[in-house]
């Protein structure tokens, strides 16, 4: 079992940038593949980005390559998203999630769900 809590939402102006955490704990963070998803208002949960257990491989949504940066710290169990350039269409509830198998995928069906960081961008 892996509890995730996903921190770092909040107010910007378009343009700006914010960085999102996620903490894993109750296992290793290095034992599964990481990934962020995005629920924009009145709309289905939506792939951002993933990486691999050994951080080598990154998968990026069309909507958010250049401008967003997945990345982990093992040692730390922790998981960021670093979000430049924002754009009002950014606006949404960020998850960060946990899955046990190896590969980077883009459906939602990972094992373990952080609760969530609201994210809105002011135009």
């Known amino acids: 079992q892996v509890q995730m809590v996903d921190t770092g939402g909040g107010l910007v102006q378009a343009g700006g940038s914010l960085r999102l955490s996620c903490a894993a704990s109750?296992?290793?963070?290095?034992?599964?593949?990481m990934g962020w998803f995005r629920q924009p208002p009145g709309k289905e949960r939506e792939f951002v980005a993933a990486?691999?257990?050994?951080?080598?491989?990154?998968v990026y949504a069309d909507s958010v390559k250049g401008r967003f940066t997945i990345s982990r710290d093992d040692v730390k169990n922790l998981v960021y998203l670093q979000m430049n350039s924002l754009k009002p269409e950014d606006t949404a509830i960020y998850y960060c999630?946990?899955?046990?198998?190896?590969?980077?995928?883009?459906?939602?069906?990972?094992?373990?769900w952080g609760q969530g960081t609201q994210v809105t961008v002011s135009s």
């Open positions: 999630a946990a899955d046990r198998s190896p590969f980077v995928r883009r459906d939602p069906s990972y094992d373990y």
């Open positions: 109750g296992r290793r963070s290095s034992d599964y593949t």
């Open positions: 990486i691999s257990r050994v951080g080598g491989h990154k």
